[in-house]
């Protein structure tokens, strides 16, 4: 029994409509995914190193990873630094840094005060934001900026107290986004938003290890001795000095006579 005109049209009307609709979705759907921008990491490093010596030093950071990405000045890349109270870093250096590279840093207190001892401090936060990917190939980012080591409470029968940092004492962690459509951009999206992706399969390499003087009790009599010693010593130079100078009233006073 054959099918009815009116049938024949309503199934051809059914089966282009089907037709339409896939090929505006297969197309439409890969016309999004070219607009979009992508950043694959398959595997990588964070290789941490520390320059110079004292308590001032500069923390240098490269991360070499396998990945793909759509292209490189459409994703950045962030390092989240958890700093333990022993280090601390200098807003206003930072600043500097940031004026002279395509690079941001952001520092979850809102105030760190450079003076206070390490015991009397508080850990903190500091994101490292690279909006601009290098044209090295493996290379994700590079980047350095000072870091200070805090000073130590005087501790018995001790010289130096061994200050680590790297992935098994205080995290280094590497996050990225991508601006996604072509008219987004990065700052819409804070680093605590949850947007932002970690890096799971890149790891820190290398441990940084550091040694900060530390003072011993045990020379505390000597040094209160020769502290005291030194006052009492300079006082009485002083104080001599005080007593040996003539006063005004015993002092002569010569006036010269005034020409007219």
């Not at 004492?169 to 804070?190: E, I, T």
């Not at 947007?195 to 209160?224: H, R």
Request: proline share 5%; glycine share 4%.
């Amino acid at each position: 029994m054959g099918l009815s005109m009116k049938t024949k049209i309503i199934l051809f009307a059914l089966y282009s409509l089907i037709f339409v609709t896939s090929v505006v979705s297969y197309y439409g759907f890969k016309g999004s995914q070219d607009s979009m921008h992508y950043l694959t990491i398959h595997s990588g490093n964070i290789n941490l190193q520390v320059k110079n010596e004292g308590y001032h030093r500069v923390l240098h950071t490269t991360i070499t990873a396998d990945y793909e990405t759509s292209n490189r000045k459409d994703c950045a890349v962030t390092l989240r630094y958890d700093f333990p109270a022993d280090i601390y870093v200098d807003k206003y250096e930072l600043a500097t840094i940031a004026l002279n590279r395509k690079v941001e840093f952001y520092v979850d207190n809102k105030f760190i005060d450079v003076e206070t001892p390490a015991h009397k401090s508080d850990p903190f936060v500091l994101y490292v934001v690279n909006y601009t990917l290098p044209d090295t190939a493996n290379k994700l980012i590079e980047t350095e900026f000072p870091i200070h080591l805090r000073y130590q409470k005087a501790a018995e029968d001790s010289r130096y107290k061994e200050v680590r940092f790297g992935d098994a004492y205080s995290d280094v962690q590497m996050l990225y986004l991508c601006k996604g459509p072509r008219n987004s951009n990065w700052k819409q999206f804070p680093l605590n938003s949850g947007e932002w992706i970690p890096a799971s399969y890149v790891k820190v390499n290398k441990d940084v290890v550091m040694y900060v003087p530390v003072g011993d009790t045990n020379d505390l009599p000597w040094v209160s001795l020769i502290t005291h010693g030194s006052v009492l010593l300079g006082t009485y130079y002083i104080l001599r000095r005080l007593m040996a100078t003539p006063s005004p009233d015993n002092a002569i006073i010569r006036l010269s006579p005034v020409k007219c």
